[in-house]
């Protein structure tokens, strides 16, 4: 069998098709996942960003129900990446510096257990990285940090129209992150505001 999977990779090669790059996935909730969508998706070696609901008790749960609190999900974002060109620790700085970690209600205007910070972690690695970085946080902010280090469950995408939606409905985003208060508050927390 692994001669016939050698022999298949090799003939890939030759025939000029390219191996597929490794891929790892990191999924964390920070609230409003069309904001936490483009930090990710502008980073070298991110390879797919996609908006959906993790961590509830419900099969496929649609936004409404989300929204409305009662599925136990929080609005996330799965992030495939290729771990030869971009490290879990730098997807978690890029993370951190677009929340508030120190909101213990949900994010920015968003409130109530759906829109509150996580980190689902999907190995033992993943979550020794998550863990000494919320320690680290916790230590500049001399705060208590409320984002919540979870094991990672089934991850369901969210409705078509949410994804992309600050290149679909760019005016919108815009106006939503501005009222909500986004770059306001993670500018005085970490300094210069994010891209987005």
Known sequence: MTRILLTLATLALLLGAAPAPPRAVATFAGGCFWCMEPPFERLKGVITVTAGYTGGRVDKPTYEEVSAGYTGHRESVEVVYDPRVIGYQQLLDVYWHNVDPL?????????????????????????????????AVGVKFHHDVYTDILPAGRFYPAEEYHQDYYKKNPLRYKFYRFNCGRDRRLEKLWGAAPAH
């Open 103 to 135: 909101n213990n209600a949900g994010q920015f205007c968003d409130n109530g257990g759906q829109y509150r910070t996580a980190i689902f972690v999907h190995d033992a690695e993943q979550r020794r990285l998550a863990e000494a970085s919320k320690q």
